[in-house]
């Protein structure tokens, strides 16, 4: 009989904190829970080859990309798995969209890794495991990625150190939409960076992104809508004078108010890739996620933010 084993992780969002953190400011990212990866991993027979079905290879495990490889053939090596496997990926998290996509890949499948030889898997063993497979992918992760999925709670971060947060619970829905356009985070941080070294006044808008996140901190204490709305207008406007935002996302911006939302901003690296969106009902929160398509975001999602 065929041995299986399954792991599922949800994505991450980061609410408040972008470009900011790369200065030392903190940040705070959310769970996204409506963004998902299921991974499954089944026994093959002696004699087949090891294969691989995801959106982005389907093949053998030998003619797979580079990280992909790496990940599959060190749990084949360290847990002495003798048989071929077929191991399956399925998501509706884009990769490179600032929604933890990689991480949420790595955490799933190490969670179905230790489900499929059937021994227990701690927090802390998994970031770990997690943390390598992210480090193939991507060199040197922050960790932010991994602590909020795991968790599965808000975090704070701030120079490598993450606390996480209680539970969000406010009355109110958060729209997520991939705007379409990849944008290119490493490009984004190098370029705000340039503009902070050359001329000291782009400083005040990353501190002011800074206290923001303080703001907002307060605003999930408070169980806020309203504030919390506040300071996604604020962040904005200091994303927008530090050139990350796009033509896209300010116009998914004024459609999503003509539809009733209360505020909205760029999420992750910015000049394309995520946005995030207030609604107070989720009326208006299908109105935005249906105007959005219609402009031509590629996708969109529904998060109760909990109340």
């Not at 060190?74 to 600032?98: A, C, M, Q, Y």
């Not at 503009?195 to 303080?214: A, F, P």
Request: aromatic fraction near 6%; proline fraction near 3%.
């Amino acid at each position: 009989m065929a041995q299986i084993g399954y792991g599922e992780a949800n994505g991450k969002v980061i609410l408040i904190g972008e470009h900011a953190v790369t200065f030392g400011q903190p940040a705070i990212a959310i769970p996204f829970t409506t963004g998902k990866v299921k991974v499954t991993i089944q026994s093959l027979n002696a004699g087949d080859t090891s294969y691989i079905n995801s959106d982005v290879y389907e093949g053998t495990l030998q003619s797979a990309p580079e990280h992909i490889k790496s990940v599959i053939s060190r749990f084949i090596d360290k847990h002495h798995i003798e048989e071929p496997i077929n191991v399956k990926f399925e998501t509706n998290l884009p990769p490179s969209r600032g929604l933890g996509s990689s991480a949420a890949m790595a955490i799933a499948f190490v969670r179905a890794s230790y489900d499929y030889i059937g021994e227990p898997l701690s927090d802390e063993l998994l970031i770990e495991e997690a943390n390598w497979a992210e480090q193939i992918a991507h060199g040197k992760p922050s960790g932010i990625d991994t602590q909020t999925i795991v968790s599965n709670k808000p975090v704070w971060f701030q120079q490598g150190k993450v606390t996480t947060l209680k539970p969000l619970s406010i009355n109110g829905y958060m729209v997520v939409i991939d705007t379409g356009v990849q944008g290119s985070t490493k490009q984004a941080v190098e370029d705000v960076h340039q503009l902070c070294d050359h001329n000291e006044q782009y400083m005040q808008y990353i501190e002011h992104i800074g206290t923001l996140v303080y703001d907002a901190n307060e605003a999930i204490e408070h169980h806020d809508f309203t504030k919390l709305a506040h300071v996604f207008e604020r962040a904005q406007e200091n994303l927008r004078k530090l050139t990350v935002s796009h033509d896209n996302i300010e116009a998914l911006l004024e459609i999503s108010k003509l539809q009733g939302a209360t505020a909205g901003k760029l999420t992750g690296g910015g000049r394309g890739g995520s946005m995030i969106v207030l609604a107070q009902n989720l009326d208006i929160a299908e109105k935005i996620a249906t105007s959005a398509e219609k402009f031509g975001a590629h996708h969109t999602w529904i998060e109760n933010l909990g109340g």
